[in-house]
């Protein structure tokens, strides 16, 4: 089974397609994965690999840790562009996110005072205050909607029982401008089931949810790493930007593809 985990709490400097070099923040297990999703994707994993051992890092791990990168980073001079919340799960779940990313601000403008910060998350938190509010607080709140029609959703990203698309189509849009729509753009199947959020129809449901959220940028992108199902494929730049192409002609919203 495909299990690609980090196993510290702050983990890089990485290069990343979209943001350059980013230094990762995993609020998630080190030996496990916790998520609210269980996408095909997930270069992490299933779920069904379990938590893991050794829990959630409490807050004040997560702030001693990262004061010791930075300021080791500071000294050695070494480029960063980004401080990214992502990891071995949905970093939002973290009991006290909001706390968390207080200190990854007060911690970035003491060392780094020109470094973004991105969370990367599934948007099946947002209706959480505090979540809400802390993702208001980062320079790239960059939210998942990987398809606005509920059966691919169901079929591609496995969310937890309870999800609505709808009113998590209606939380991103909350942000406006304020937020950054991700999108994965892939085909294959599971279990003998098609699944395939590049079709026409796919597009222009999309673009409908796009248009209602009316985010900063949208992020296009597709598989680059070993999935769990290995069925999926890689999408080619080509297609890519003939999508983004449709959907800027449509919206008028900067779309990013990475390939």
């Known amino acids: 089974m495909q299990r690609v985990l980090f196993h510290s709490t702050i983990f890089g400097p990485i290069h990343s397609r979209r943001l350059g070099a980013s230094l990762g923040v995993n ?14 994707y997930c ?21 001693a840790d990262l004061r010791a990168k930075l300021s080791a980073m500071k000294e050695a001079a070494e480029r960063l562009d980004v401080i990214t919340f992502s990891g071995n799960g949905e970093p939002t779940l973290h009991p006290d996110f909001e706390g968390v990313i207080d200190d990854t601000i007060a911690l970035r403008d003491e060392f780094f005072p020109d470094v973004k910060i991105s969370v990367l998350t599934n948007s099946t938190r947002l209706g959480d205050k505090d979540v809400a509010d802390a993702l208001r607080k980062v320079d790239n709140n960059i939210m998942k909607l990987d398809s606005a029609i509920p059966e691919t959703v169901a079929l591609l990203d496995r969310p937890a029982p309870g999800y609505d698309l709808d009113a998590t189509i209606r939380r991103i849009a909350s942000f406006g401008e304020g937020g950054i729509v991700q999108t994965m753009i892939t085909r294959g199947s599971h279990d003998g089931i098609t699944v395939d959020n590049s079709t026409d129809d796919e597009i222009a449901a999309l673009i409908e949810a796009y248009k209602l959220i009316c985010p900063r940028e949208i992020m296009l992108y597709t598989i680059d790493r070993p999935t769990p199902e290995v069925s999926l494929v890689h999408v080619s730049r080509e297609e890519l930007d003939r999508i983004a192409d449709r959907i800027f002609r449509a919206t008028s919203i900067p779309v990013l593809v990475s390939a």
């Open 27 to 40: 609020l998630m297990p080190d030996d496990g994965k916790i998520c609210s999703f269980d996408c095909l």
């Open 43 to 63: 270069e992490a994993g299933f779920n069904a690999q379990g938590p893991g051992t050794t829990g959630i890092p409490p807050r004040g791990k997560v702030y």
